[in-house]
């Protein structure tokens, strides 16, 4: 399975799997997007410094999936993203509206990907922080530090048998109204 996990500027990680944001140092705030607004910020992420246009926001994050909303419903998700991306302590102002051809995560933001749920970096970030804490240096997870602790490697078995199992039954209520309500949406927009 791709992780789909950013870390920005070493201070936050954006799981797009699970729409979170966390900041690196707080790990008990979590700040959980809607599914529009992670996709917003995937989408901006992934072009890190290139401008992304209206028209392709629209198309990746809305119209790809056969739904068609409003300007303002975009206006309103990217208002969102940077309402939440400044909960978790980055500035507002990391996401850039350049007029009249669309909005860019600023080219000065150091945003790292990593695609392996098995990768150092990773590890590093979805460890409680009772257990350890991720190791950065220079805007790189410390791998050595972390794979050479045998207690924290006893310790991530342990986090990683467990993250896999639990998930909240109100979550999974949650995931079934959202469905249904957006058939409900699409059979009404049929019908019209």
Not at 22 to 42: F, G, M, Q, S, Y
Not at 104 to 111: E, H, N
Request: hydrophobic share 45%; aromatic share 8%; net charge negative.
């Amino acid at each position: 399975m791709i992780c789909n996990l950013f870390i920005i500027n070493e201070e936050v990680i954006f799981n797009a799997n699970v729409f979170e944001l966390r900041p690196i140092n707080n790990r008990d705030e979590v700040i959980t997007l809607n599914a529009p607004t992670a996709r917003c910020l995937k989408l901006l992420l992934e072009r890190v410094g290139q401008v992304v246009s209206r028209e392709d926001f629209m198309q990746e994050v809305w119209q790809a999936r056969g739904i068609v909303v409003s300007q303002n419903t975009f206006y309103q998700n990217i208002s969102l993203l940077r309402k939440s991306l400044q909960q978790v302590g980055l500035n507002a102002d990391i996401i850039a509206t350049v007029r009249g051809v669309g909005f860019i995560f600023s080219p000065d933001a150091r945003v790292q990907f990593v695609e392996d749920e098995k990768s150092p970096a990773y590890v590093a970030v979805n460890m409680n922080s009772d257990r350890a804490e991720p190791h950065l240096n220079t805007g790189v997870i410390n791998s050595t530090m972390l794979l050479n602790n045998e207690n924290t490697n006893k310790n991530l078995s342990v986090h990683l048998e467990k993250t896999h199992l639990k998930i909240p039954k109100w979550v999974i209520v949650l995931i079934i109204i959202c469905v249904a309500l957006e058939i409900f949406s699409l059979i009404l927009r049929y019908i019209e």
